[in-house]
């Protein structure tokens, strides 16, 4: 019986210390794996100049849209975009952040254009020096809403998009940050100055009346030598409400054509003032929300072109409230909102109003659908009516 006893002793220590080696090579092979990987990543980061201090993130949104049942335009799909967002940060005081919109056009081609491309210099706690091309920090909607999937509606409100009356982008510096007043009370501000916007006077039809166009996109160009001067203050009484007042002035030259590059020959600039006031109120699921620009192009008596058709003080003016709720406990949202937009082109002057049902998968996937009507000021000119589907996504 002893004989038998020892044997298996024997047998359950061997099988122990075969587990065990097992377990070693196991445990060896793990930590080797590891080891590899950590220097593959390390290549990685040499290769793409990275080193402790830098961070590179990635964001954006995308968006597809339908429209359907407009005497303008026929059925379909009229936008496949896609817009990534990269911050690449040096440092607690380095920032560049850029923003790409590409998309396929009428034509089936792929656009791409830069919508903004700054570098930015963390000065403190409060304030943060831009340079580049910015959004215009007048108003809320350009540099907060006109992203897809923030934007309540499936388009921006009417004068607030290409071509409209409120400003697009900027190419210059601005100081801009937020401080705190007193308790929950705060503040923010952006001040700017940039190359401006140029009025555009043009005649494709010798018979007919020549268009004026003030162009805001910015412009790596400055044929006038001018610089206009403006920003933006921020008042946040409660966390749930924000007022905010902008305004900017300067002067700016008067291009023949389409192009900003090149000004007409002896046309004198001009004066250009913007004013703006927004706000924006967060009850529970309840978002209101309301915006007025005003940009304004002085007259000028010796103005010749195209007969003096621009000599005149030119107002181009566009407001929208809207409204927004989230029934609770729920994915679904309705959105009604009003607006109006005022220009020297009495072609397209109008009034504006959009119902729209929401469901949003997520904070950051949203399904839009609205009805849409254009009253235009002009009687000879028909209303408009249509429906706008938009899918989009914010990552």
């Not at 005081?93 to 396929?104: A, C, S």
């Not at 002009?378 to 249509?386: G, K, L, Q, V, Y």
Request: aromatic share 10%.
């Amino acid at each position: 019986m002893k004989k038998l006893h020892f044997i298996k002793l024997s047998l359950a220590a061997s099988v122990f210390a075969s587990g065990a080696a097992i377990a070693n090579e196991d445990t060896e092979s793990k930590i080797a794996n590891l080891e590899s990987q950590m220097a593959a990543l390390r290549e990685d980061v040499k290769s793409n100049n990275l080193d402790t201090l830098s961070k590179l993130h990635m964001s954006g949104y995308s968006n597809i849209d339908f429209v359907g049942g407009s005497d303008r335009q026929e059925d379909g799909f009229t936008a496949a975009r896609f817009a990534p967002i990269f911050h690449f940060q040096f440092s607690d005081r380095v920032l560049f952040e850029g923003e790409l919109e590409i998309e396929t056009n009428a034509d089936g081609e792929t656009e791409i254009a830069a919508e903004y491309a700054t570098i930015d210099l963390i000065l403190n706690d409060y304030m943060a020096l831009v340079a580049g091309k910015f959004l215009s920090p007048i108003g809320q909607f350009r540099q907060n809403v006109h992203p897809a999937w923030i934007n309540k509606l499936p388009t921006a409100p009417v004068g607030f998009g290409h071509g409209g009356a409120a400003p697009l982008a900027d190419l210059g510096v601005q100081l801009r940050g937020g401080f705190p007043l007193s308790g929950s009370m705060r503040a923010n501000y952006a001040l700017f100055t940039s190359n401006g916007p140029t009025l555009l006077v043009d005649q494709d039809d010798p018979n007919e009346e020549a268009e004026v166009e003030l162009e805001t996109e910015a412009a790596a160009s400055n044929a006038d030598g001018n610089f206009v001067y403006g920003g933006r203050v921020g008042f946040l009484p409660v966390p749930a409400l924000e007022l905010g007042l902008s305004g900017a002035f300067g002067k700016i030259g008067v291009g023949q054509g389409h192009e900003v590059s090149e000004l007409a020959v002896g046309e004198p600039d001009r004066d250009y003032t913007v004013l703006g006031a927004d706000a924006v109120y967060n009850i529970a699921t309840l978002q209101l929300r309301g915006e007025f620009i005003q940009q304004t192009v002085g007259s000028e008596a010796n103005s010749t072109i195209f007969d003096g058709v621009a000599a005149e003080e030119l107002e181009y003016t566009a407001w929208y409230a809207q409204a927004a709720y989230r029934v609770p406990d729920t994915k679904w949202e309705g959105v009604v909102r009003l607006g109006d937009l005022d220009t020297p082109d009495a072609d397209t002057n109008r009034s504006q109003w959009s119902a729209g049902v929401n469901y949003l998968f997520a904070n950051n996937v949203i399904i839009k659908a609205a009805y849409t009507v254009d009253d235009y000021d002009d009687n000879a000119i028909d209303d408009d009516e249509r429906f706008n589907v938009q899918l989009a996504y914010g990552f």
